[in-house]
């Protein structure tokens, strides 16, 4: 089982990146996806999540920014990250979740499958 999560990088604020997590190892229709960030000492903080019927789901300060989608056939979920903010910097990780999603808890359940993470900077 792995999360390859990329396209991270260096942008100026109002900028946009695409970041792409490629899952191998296991069918990727019956899992639902997160992003989280983490900035190093601070918690790790749940970003968006696509369900297996691809509802999404956003923490409050990217809604409208963030957008999430998932391509079953090619593996792949995609964060599309617009009027990026500095406090947007972080490592970006993907993670799996087995079943569909519901509600508002997608932040807090456990995920089965880890990603490496991707280091997104926004500059001011």
């Known amino acids: 089982v792995q999360l390859q999560a990329s396209g991270g990088g260096l942008v100026q604020a109002g900028e946009s990146l695409t970041l792409s997590c490629v899952v191998s190892g296991f069918t990727l229709d019956y899992y639902s996806i997160g992003w989280f960030r983490q900035v190093p000492g601070d918690e790790r903080e749940g970003v968006s999540c696509i369900s297996t019927d691809s509802s999404t789901y956003y923490v409050d300060s990217v809604q409208g920014r963030f957008s999430i989608s998932r391509t079953n056939f090619k593996r792949t979920v995609t964060l599309q990250m617009n009027s990026l903010k500095p406090e947007d910097t972080a490592v970006y990780y993907c993670?799996?979740?087995?079943?569909?999603?519901?509600?508002?808890?997608?932040?807090?359940?456990?995920?089965?499958?880890w990603g490496q993470g991707t280091q997104v900077t926004v500059s001011s």
């Open positions: 993670a799996a979740r087995w079943g569909k999603t519901y509600g508002d808890s997608w932040y807090r359940v456990p995920y089965d499958y």
